[in-house]
């Protein structure tokens, strides 16, 4: 799976009605700004409360059909596209999602999930998959077919574009791939693959209809897209609005709602503010301090999203002084994870254990949480010859805490009688900035399974790999783990690895953020199990108006 944190989309023309976004939330990686700076506006073309269930209804948590409900996500402005396999910003991928299905989603846990498939099955090699579709269909009426999956993920891995899912299809031989029956596709790969439904799981390799390869009428149909997803087309006017309906038909059942409305509101204020004025009923990506002035007040309902965001210093481990291992556990052992996440993400989440997927499906819960102990820090300073140990820790304001985080370690690193210098980074080029330069640097992550954070971020060749984690034999590790068929002997190799990490890897893991959302007190559905970028985040056929 691309790793979309360095990605940096330079920031589009405003619309009339509102300020242009400056820095962006991003899927996958999760590392775009939380905040913009603060200001208020109207949002233009908004009316008051949406026409919801009767309010005979109101608070009985009794799922309901009716109603628009309206979704203000931070837009892209005029250059916003339907397109799913574009779709980078949190909005664009609600809407995807809406309009769209894949073949797997994320569960909770960070497993895949059947969607579209309806069951796949591995030779014993785990070098090809017969994956079988369910009846469903696209909202002009025609089925969802094996060639409609090839044409999509062909579309996807086209050379000549940049779509996001195209590194993560990269297993798979889609010349030698075919379909052997209306609803039935045979994946052949290039190598044995245990977790190939993650790759089917993957953000933004959404299956759309068969249409003409390398034609600009390709494009073109997006204007107006037909998918397979909950709701259908209706309007779309970029950076500002799209209207989408119920599609009666839909395989997992008719949404609740009647239309879906999303509105680019940018500033994170306005957000709030629109929520609280009735203008919206869903709010996107609010702050931790937003949350805590609103959370059971009764205006308004605050949703946490735990375990969304890793949380994290990144040592580069092959140069000095992290290329002592001795220095990496040190700094390990200055953190005091609880002041961090009080202070830097005001409380809104929980602290970590120097492992990235805290609740995720194959994670070392069994590991001993660390705790901070400076005498002992010093103890291997001193035996690394690193007393009196000066270093730059990069950071930026291009996500939310970083700042925060920075200034709270750099006070408890002088308790250990290191002295920590912040340097301020650019947010436009920080992540690009980071991933080579420096020795220590604020960094954070999105959620994804386990074994795709490896393979992006700790392999010798991963292209993302910020601590400079380069180790032939951890390598092997995770190649054996894909070629490993049971499940229990996979989870032992990838304990094994994180084992490891957790005694000297790169990544000083101090906390994991809740993603937070608000929304009407009207609302009922929204899932609070689903960590940002798995199927139950931003999903709005489950919602209801009451």
């Known amino acids: 799976m691309r790793d979309h944190e360095h990605e940096h989309i330079p920031a589009s023309s405003p619309s009339p009605a509102f300020p242009a976004l400056r820095r962006r939330g991003f899927l996958a990686a999760g590392a775009g700004a939380g905040v913009a700076a603060l200001g208020t506006f109207g949002l233009a073309g908004c009316g008051g409360a949406s026409g919801g269930a009767g309010a005979d209804g109101a608070g009985d948590g009794k799922p309901r059909r009716g109603g628009r409900l309206r979704a203000a996500f931070a837009g892209g402005g005029a250059n916003e596209t339907l397109d799913p396999h574009l779709a980078n910003l949190f909005g664009d991928v609600a809407r995807a999602k809406a309009l769209f299905d894949k073949l797997a989603d994320y569960g909770p846990d960070l497993s895949a999930k059947p969607r579209l498939a309806a069951k796949w099955e591995s030779n014993k090699a785990l070098d090809r998959w017969k994956v079988t579709l369910r009846e469903a269909t696209f909202h002009d009426g025609k089925p969802v077919t094996a060639a409609d999956v090839l044409y999509s993920y062909r579309r996807i891995a086209d050379p000549k574009k940049a779509f996001r899912s195209k590194a993560d299809l990269e297993p798979i031989d889609l010349e030698e791939s075919r379909a052997v029956g209306k609803r039935v596709v045979e994946f052949r790969l290039k190598r044995p693959t245990a977790e190939f439904p993650h790759v089917m799981a993957a953000f933004g390799a959404y299956i759309v209809p068969e249409g003409p390869e390398g034609s600009g009428e390709d494009e073109k149909r997006f204007d107006e897209p037909v998918g397979s997803g909950p709701f259908r087309f209706v309007s779309f006017k970029p950076g500002t609005s799209t209207v989408l309906k119920r599609y009666e038909d839909y395989w ?295």
Request: glycine share 10%; hydrophobic share 40%.
């Open 252 to 546: 997992d059942g008719a949404a609740y709602l009647d239309e879906l409305e999303f509105v680019g509101v940018n500033e994170e204020s306005a957000r709030i503010n629109a929520l609280l004025g009735g203008q919206v009923e869903y709010a996107h990506e609010l702050a931790p301090t937003t949350a805590r002035a609103h959370e059971g007040k009764g205006q308004i309902e605050i949703v946490r999203l735990k375990n969304s965001a890793m949380q994290a210093f990144a040592m580069k481990t092959d140069r000095p002084p992290f290329d002592d291992k001795r220095v990496r556990e040190a700094f390990f052992l200055i953190a005091d994870r609880e002041e961090l996440v009080k202070g830097a993400l005001s409380g809104a989440g929980e602290k970590g254990n120097d492992l990235f997927g805290k609740g995720y499906e194959n994670y070392a819960d069994d590991l001993p949480q660390r705790e901070q102990d400076l005498d002992r820090a010093r103890e291997l300073l001193k035996k690394a010859g690193a007393e009196d140990l000066k270093v730059t820790l990069d950071t930026s304001d291009v996500a939310a805490g970083f700042t925060e985080a920075a200034g709270i370690f750099r006070d408890q690193a002088a308790k250990a009688g290191v002295t920590v210098k912040v340097r301020q980074g650019d947010p436009d080029s920080y992540w690009s900035d980071i991933l080579d330069s420096g020795t220590l640097c604020s960094y954070r992550s999105g959620a994804m399974p386990i074994g795709t954070h490896i393979s992006q971020r700790l392999l010798t060749g991963s292209t993302t790999n910020a601590t400079k984690w380069q180790h032939k034999d951890f390598d092997a590790l995770y190649r054996e783990a894909q070629s490993t068929a049971d499940d229990s002997a996979r989870a032992d190799l990838y304990a094994r690895m994180q084992r490891r990490l957790h005694a000297e890897g790169g990544f000083l893991v101090w906390g994991f953020a809740d993603w937070i959302v608000g929304t009407a007190k009207k609302v009922g559905g929204v899932a609070r199990e689903a960590p940002a970028n798995t199927l139950d985040w931003a999903r709005f056929d489950k919602v209801w108006l009451a």
